[in-house]
């Protein structure tokens, strides 16, 4: 709690885009995530590994409130996420107040999940236009840009069914990015998707790290990590184990859980496919 | 070369492979004449006798006096039918209407994460969907009976801010469309909740994540997917509902059915009159079946097998077209160069 009330009133251009403070989520009786910290700074690119089960994806869901932490505090710009500072506690904030918090965090989710009843150009209106009540006629131009900056500016009419996985994580990540987020949370991007479609996606990625946005991506995609990523986080049993450069984390890990990850995803690629 | 092949065979190769390849080249000839379709007799017997039966039931149908088609005729547009049409009619679409309403809110108590919303909900439906709407509609007309008096005042036995009689409250029509309607909500209870439940988890989480608020997001992301699946079988409740109507003639409202009953148990011309009302139920079902395909038509759109071109979003041609965003592409690619 000290923590949060610490970075309330000391607010600068260092200032993490993201801070997770002591996070803790239990299903159940069964504990996800212990005690998870980190700061994200702006422009940052951090990448999350870790095995499936660790709490990688449950963390970034915790960032933008689609799981409600059961302890601890994450701040987004400064604001705590969910609920309100008042006195001691941390008070619940109503979903209207939720939604509009959720609003500046861009969320790219592993089955895509792009809206089946709205053309690809719909899929991109629909939150600007009714969220941020901007004007079709502006967001629309936008849109397109986007749309053409993810090479699909010639499915803008066409239904999402019609496209391929790769073509429809694209367009959720221009969908994204429309509501012209702080930061951009990637939960498993390229796992539900056939592997030649994969470099597509990651190249959009690449391309939108390197125009300075905030990413928190979760992936299992070490390549994209050691090429991209500024910070490297690897989590285990609920709690960062490692963090640091690829360089470091990837290339020299220090903590026995990391090793043993690093070492089976090698032992994976190196079998050779029949 | 071929016939070479065929004798030198059987010295040559003694494996299995080896038979199969030869033996397919001297059948490429064969494989490659016209081929014959199967065909079915036992579907041409059917069919044949089957027109036999229609033929011979239409012969009756205009050979046999009984059927006194010059009566049907006489009274096909007769007042009393026509205004008990309009009954039947305004019957089905006020009842349906009040039916959808409430089967919409039990839906969403059924969903609630309020326990007592759910289990009152679940009453309901067991009740309802449980006893027959026959008897449900004269147990309503006879409602004075249990409670002479009908008002709204302070519960338990409290002073009565308004209310009247029973008989005075529950009219002839609003004992008719309150039993029409409470039973079918029951049913459009169940409809709606299937449909909602149709919509993966990921829309709602999808539609949260890019800050839309939950009116939002059920208005323009879930409720459209979920009527999808809810459209086609209130289609079949409407059509159903235009003849389920008819039980009210035990109440003595002279809806379709009971307005023929008035006229034929003095002129004895049953059959004709059955005739003339089965003609305007087909009627009325008709026109709603082709309304309901262009519905589902409209609301299955971008699924995959479905029309995946969009702009053809108008149910048979009436009202405004779905507002659409045009986007020309050479506009947008003038920009960025």
Known sequence: MATIAHTEHVRDQSDPIVKIVELRKSFGDFEVLKSVNLDVYPGQVVVILGRSGSGKSTMLR??????????????????????????????????NEIARQRATTGMVFQSFNLFPHLTVLENLLEAPC??????????????????????????????PSTL??????????????VMKPSVMLFDEPTSALDPELVGEVLEVMKELARSGMTMIVVTHEIGFARGVADEVVFMAEGRVAEQGPPSQVIDNPQAEAT????????????TPVQ | ????????????????????????????????????????????????????????LAHSMVTNQNFQWPTVWHYLFFPEIMAGLGRTLILTVVSMTMAIVLGILLA?????????????????????????????????????????????????GGPELIGGSTNLVLSLWTVALVGLALHESAYMAEIVRGGLLSVPKHQTEAAAALGMNNVMAFGRIILPQALRVIVPPTGNQVIGMLKYSSLVSVIALPDLLYSAQMIYT?????????????????LCTSILTLFQQRIERYYGRGVAGQSTTPG??????????????????????????
């Not at chain 1, 009540?133 to 239904?159: C, I, Q, W």
């Not at chain 2, 003095?266 to 087909?282: C, H, K």
């Not at chain 2, 048979?316 to 779905?322: I, K």
């Open chain 1, 62 to 95: 915790c960032i933008n409130h689609l799981e409600k932490p059961s302890g601890g505090a994450v701040l987004v710009n400064g604001e705590v996420v969910g609920y309100r500072l008042k006195g001691e506690k941390l008070h619940e904030l109503r979903p």
């Open chain 1, 130 to 159: 009714r969220v941020l009540r901007r004007s079709p006629h502006e967001v629309r131009d936008e849109a397109m840009k986007l749309l053409t900056s993810v090479g699909l500016a010639e499915k803008a009419n066409v239904y």
């Open chain 1, 164 to 177: 391929s996985g790769g073509q429809q994580q694209r367009v959720a990540i221009a969908r994204a990015l």
């Open chain 1, 259 to 270: 090793k043993t990850f690093l070492r089976s995803l090698n032992e994976r690629r190196d």
């Open chain 2, 1 to 56: 070369m071929e016939s070479a092949k065929a004798k030198t065979h059987p010295q040559h190769t003694p494996s299995n492979a080896v038979s199969a390849t030869s033996a397919l080249t001297a059948d490429q000839e064969t494989l490659a004449r016209e081929t014959v379709p199967l065909r079915h007799h036992g579907r041409t017997v059917a069919a044949v006798f089957l027109l036999l039966v229609v033929a011979n």
């Open chain 2, 108 to 156: 969403a108590c059924r969903l609630s994460g309020n326990k007592v919303l759910q289990a009152v909900a679940g009453a309901y439906l067991w009740f309802f969907r449980g006893t027959p709407l026959l008897i449900q509609l004269i147990f309503l007309y006879n409602l004075s009976a249990l409670y002479p008096r009908l008002g709204i005042g302070v519960p338990f």
């Open chain 2, 266 to 282: 003095q002129t004895f011309e049953t059959i004709p009159l059955l005739i003339v009302v089965s003609f305007w139920y087909l």
């Open chain 2, 312 to 337: 053809r979003g108008r149910i048979l041609g009436l009202g405004m077209p779905r507002k659409r965003v045009r986007t020309t592409l050479s506009s947008t690619t003038a920009e960025e160069g």
